[in-house]
């Protein structure tokens, strides 16, 4: 199982940036990719930007161009750089990690969220 915190929420005005930052601890060596999700009330949590560990990511159109993921290896750290940010972009952002160790079942676990508020 891996454990997930959120950190880097918060108010920021339209056309600013935001950094959020994912720190994985537990079964780290297992993962085989993490993702930020995000979700507004009364709608289903979307995946907005997924990286596996060789590396390559994925965005979704409505943030491509303006979400960028990094990982900090050493720290077990997965950062996602959010520029240009819209009212629209106002979410609970979530952090998942899916892993799967030698002869275990393959595990999806959260974080707890981390609000981000983008004011017009």
């Known amino acids: 199982q891996v454990q997930l915190v959120e950190s880097g929420g918060g108010l920021v005005q339209a056309g600013g940036s935001l950094r959020l930052s994912c720190a994985a601890s537990g079964d780290t060596l297992c993962i085989h990719a993490m993702g930020w999700y995000r979700q507004t009330p009364g709608k289903e949590r979307e995946l907005i930007a997924g990286i596996t560990t060789a590396g390559s990511t994925n965005y979704t159109d409505s943030v491509k161009d303006r979400f960028s993921l990094s990982r900090d290896n050493a720290k077990n750290t997965l950062i996602l750089q959010m520029n240009s940010l819209k009212p629209e972009d106002t979410a609970v952002y979530y952090c998942?990690?899916?892993?799967?160790?030698?002869?275990?079942?393959?595990?999806?676990?959260w974080g707890r969220g981390t609000q981000v508020t983008v004011s017009p």
């Open positions: 998942n990690a899916v892993s799967r160790c030698a002869g275990s079942r393959y595990m999806s676990d």
